[in-house]
């Protein structure tokens, strides 16, 4: 017997208040972003893979569902995240010369469900900033995100903070091939301290020594004084730990901050602080971001870039009734 009601696993309806609640949401960001002066961009659920994936390595080919396109014969994709589509809008659709600041709000498939009981078909809403350098842009993308997730009803939220050039740089600095910085980052995304270990053995320097305290350094803001003597003096490492240093002296006395230098989420295309929202009764995060400089090379147009993104869908629980 078939059972025409049944849906693919991960993927549900939204039923009254729920789909009521989570509109409202939706209309109050977008309302508070067009406030902060963004624009609302609407990209198309569906584009060719390669545009959907260019540069974000094999995570998102991963969550990505193919298809093939019958009037071009080309493969296509149903994008499992909005950002790379924006970077296409602000590289070819608007192409900006000055700062550019863009909004969206909609759902995006996964072909696996990144994590228990999370749907396949999240509601995706996040602001991006182009063409604004350094801490400027980073902090002003985290006051959003910070805001955006108190206008959620969320509780009290912890904001975790890492700079994957750290990795970059120390690897480089200890010469790495692709092979060894691959078994690197596996090893420092899970905090594999046994594996670790091995890798610090047998590179046998005092690079390799530098990249297996990034484990260690994760904590409060003590950690950023340990980073500073336990890494080397390189001029990129100081200027990481100066950038973190500058988003705990702007947030330290308004939200609970941690800090993890291990975080490379998003390595293949973050290029320097990545930051993360944790709150009460979520077992993951509520709301990740970063800076992604390099992001619109792959549209022929890279230039400086931070954004952040949250699920609507998830946090359901927390959103005030409509």
Known sequence: MTYRWLLPEYIEDLLPPDAWRLESARRELLDLFRARGFQLVMPPLLEYIESLQAGTGQDMDLLTFRLVDQLSGRQLGLRADTTLQVARIDAHGMNHQGINRLCYAGSILHARPEGLNQSREPFQV???????????????????????????????????????GLFRALS?????????????FEALQHKDLPSLQALMAALGTPEGQALGQLAQLNGDVSVLARAHQVLPQAPEVRQALSELEAVAAHFGHRVPLAFDLAE?????????????????GYPGAVARGGRYDDIGSAFGRARPATGFSLDLRELLP?????
């Open 126 to 164: 996040g602001a991006e900033i182009y063409g604004l350098e350094g801490l400027v842009g980073d902090i002003e993308i985290q006051e959003l995100m910070l805001e955006a997730l108190k206008r959620t009803g969320l509780p009290k939220v912890t904001l975790d903070v890492g700079h994957v």
């Open 172 to 184: 480089r600095q200890a010469r790495l091939d692709a092979k060894s910085e691959s078994e690197w």
């Open 264 to 280: 490379l989420r998003g390595y293949h295309y973050h290029s320097g602080l990545v930051f993360a929202a944790y709150a009460e």
């Open 318 to 322: 927390s959103l005030p009734s409509s």
